[in-house]
């Protein structure tokens, strides 16, 4: 750890932003482990449910593949499950949801019920191109779901799972014509950001560098007591 956890009592409820292939389940994964608290990553929860071949998987697939937005219903449930089952207490990073202004007044309404509220945004910048380059590059165990990318974090044998030993897919929706879709999407739900910065609880964070360094500008901004927004 490059610095101390700060001993703060807070309700860590963190929303983390960016487009897609920001590197935001990477850092989430490394932010839920600082605070010892859960990410939960909508993204991965859907793609768990089509894994075991469940009926909501099977009706996500299609629009997952294509690039595009699963209805608010579906993910608002599978968030109030996790805030039900008291896996987070203490907080969350929140990874690939909200991803729509009405996914972001459910979550707050949701955390109302409960006594809470979101602690901080935190918008993860990357240019488009970048994006795009990332997304084309990045491979996924079929089995376990790690990530890795062929030039920035190879495996250490081509195609398989360091930690599993399972195969390495690209995901269908990682595809260059799907990635420019992705973005599209992710473009058009832009008063999100909006929405977080009205309430004084975004904070902006270049994305661009070496991931410890992303990491360490994320955490500070996590961190941050909240007098100094
Ligand atoms: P991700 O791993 O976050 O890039 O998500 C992969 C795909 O899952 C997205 O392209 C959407 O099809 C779907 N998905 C994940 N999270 C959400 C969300 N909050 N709202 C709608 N669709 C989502």
Do not use: W
């Amino acid at each position: 750890m490059p610095f101390a956890v700060p001993k703060v009592d807070r309700d860590r409820l963190v929303v983390l932003l960016g487009p897609p292939g920001a590197g935001k389940g990477t850092q989430a994964k490394r932010l839920a482990q600082r605070y010892g608290i859960p990410q939960l990553s909508t993204g991965d929860m859907l793609r768990d449910a089509r894994a075991k071949g469940s009926e909501l998987g099977k009706r996500v697939a299609a629009v997952m593949d294509a690039g595009h937005l699963v209805s608010d219903d579906i993910v608002i449930a599978l968030i109030e499950e996790k805030l039900a089952d008291g896996s987070t207490k203490g907080g969350a990073i929140f990874d690939g949801f909200p991803r729509t202004v009405a996914q972001a007044e459910a979550l707050d309404a949701m955390l109302t019920r409960h006594g809470r509220h979101v602690d901080r945004a935190v918008l993860m910048y990357v240019p488009d191109d970048e994006v795009v380059r990332r997304n084309s590059g990045r491979r996924m165990c079929s089995k376990c779901q790690r990530t890795y990318h062929v030039e920035f974090s190879p495996p250490k044998v081509a195609d398989v799972c360091d930690a599993c030993g399972g195969e390495l897919i690209q995901r269908a929706d990682d595809r260059p014509e799907k990635i420019r879709a992705r973005l599209e999407v992710y473009h058009r739900e832009a008063p999100l950001v909006g929405y977080y910065e009205g309430k004084k609880l975004l904070r902006r964070v270049d994305g661009i560098g070496l991931l410890d360094d992303v990491y360490d500008r994320l955490a500070r901004a996590v961190d941050g007591n909240g007098d100094d927004r």
